[in-house]
């Protein structure tokens, strides 16, 4: 049964007289304001849409892909008349990442005003200012920073005990286990205790209900990414494309964050709080806070922190696994590694991890290959030059990781999972921008250390406990369409214990 969206179509339709109105008027001062300088390079584009196909289609990198081995590294695209520049290599990346941070640091707020996720008060899509880096400087302090990593190490070495214990108990019974459910659980609990000093509960229900709206979230990625680009066009319009589904996903945020709050409030020592939301609390309280944060900024915030950071792990573990189990030398090269260093008496702890270089380079390949964001989206603030291009202000910059992570001029056989090709390497590939799964520059991201935590010892627990069987000969790598990078066929195995258990 096919269903239409009316209300999109209207909107569509709506969209391409608006863009027919103004192609004359809008494109012809473009072009004027080049200033000497051509604009980079434009592939054929199709009537009033421009390139928009191109980013509908379901497998958008791999279609932007294709276009960039075809006509270049840097494109000039247009969707219906709003430019959109498309990175597809390392040096063009590096170019703009190094001589063009500060202009490219800003994202723009979709208009859905009073949606925690793309509204006015989230932390992601915040301009470049005073109210990003006050978010940002708390993030990094109380959660995502070095220190902040090592205070709450006892938090996630729990955690992936309970892991473990799900996985055994899942072997003792003989029983499938869906991956990404149980490395979802994980990171969520991990998230909520750094930073809220608890995790949803389970016997009334509601974490259940969070890992259901986390899953929904991400299912909304691609419209929230297609509502950011078109933000002008719609802007102009007065049109919210798919507002009922971002404020239903939204609003059921709100609620669950707002109990969450109020017993912060209501704690009675409450002055002692030291978490996160404490001291977010804190500054929505105070007057004379540094920065004054209202509750939707708050409650935004932790959005972001599940969605920018549940997903996009447990998706990375998933494929990564997956890539271990089809190739059994990199199992056993691993399973040698782990067993040499941790032994077989006790759970790996995030403290092997530097003593575990296979490891780090299998992490790091997984994330080459199938990098759970595979497009990073940015916004020119000032129109520039780039390798000699005019690029004009305002331009949205579409990086696509993908394609640079598998560009035949930095990596030899490039669609192979090969781990060696990081060992002995020190990081060189992210300086040269050649890897860049988490993005670059003051907007990367700032997880990147805590998600490699996740991966590694997930990854590690799963290779240094048990032996995987899994239906047919090999694991299915075929992605999902959609804007994140999603298995299609989610990894389900079952374990079956390969060391003496560990009791905790
Ligand atoms: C495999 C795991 C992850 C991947 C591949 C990933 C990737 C990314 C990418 C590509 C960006 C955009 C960077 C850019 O524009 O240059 C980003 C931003 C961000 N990520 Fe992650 N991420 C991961 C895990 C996490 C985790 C665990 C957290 C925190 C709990 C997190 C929090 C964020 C935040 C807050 C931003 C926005 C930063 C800003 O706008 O200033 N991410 N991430």
Known sequence: MMTVDYQNCFSFILLCFFSLLCHSLFFKKLKDQQGGYDLPPSPPSLPIIGHLHHLLSSLAHKSLQKLSSKYGPLLYLSIFNFPVVLVSSASVAYEIFKAHDLNISSRDNPPIDESLLIGSSVFVGAPYGD????????????????????????????????????????????????????????????????????????????????????????????????????????????????????????????????????????????????????????????????????????KSLFVELFLGGTDTSAQTIQWTMAEIINDPNILTKLREEIDSVVGKTRLIQETDLPKLPYLESVVKEGLRLHPPLPLVVRTLQRSGEIKGFYVPEKTTLVVNAYAVMRDPSSWEDPDEFKPERFLGKKGDERKALKHIAFGSGRRGCPGSNLASIFIGTVIGTMVQCFDWRIIGDKVKMDEAGGINLTMAYPLKLTPIPRIEPFIF
């Open 131 to 298: 109210y990003w880096k006050f978010m940002k400087k708390l993030l990094v302090t109380k959660i995502l920073g070095t220190q902040a990593l090592e205070r709450s190490r006892g938090v996630r070495e729990d955690e992936l005990e309970r892991f473990y214990t799900s996985l055994l108990d899942k072997a003792t019974k003989k029983q499938s286990v869906e991956i990404g459910k149980e490395a979802t659980k994980l990171i969520i609990n991990s998230i909520c205790r750094m930073s809220m000093g608890r995790s949803f509960s389970e016997e009334n229900g509601e974490a259940e209900r969070v890992r259901g709206l986390v899953t929904e979230l991400d299912g909304l990625t691609k419209k929230v990414l297609l509502v950011n680009i078109l933000r002008w066009p719609l802007e102009k319009l007065g049109i919210s494309l798919f507002k009922k589904e971002i404020m239903y996903v939204s609003d059921s945020f709100g609620e669950v964050l707002e109990r969450v709050l109020v017993e912060h409030e209501e704690k009675p020592d409450k002055h002692q709080g030291n978490d996160l939301m404490d001291v977010l609390l804190e500054a929505y309280g105070n007057e004379n806070s540094e920065h004054k944060i209202t509750r939707n900024h708050i």
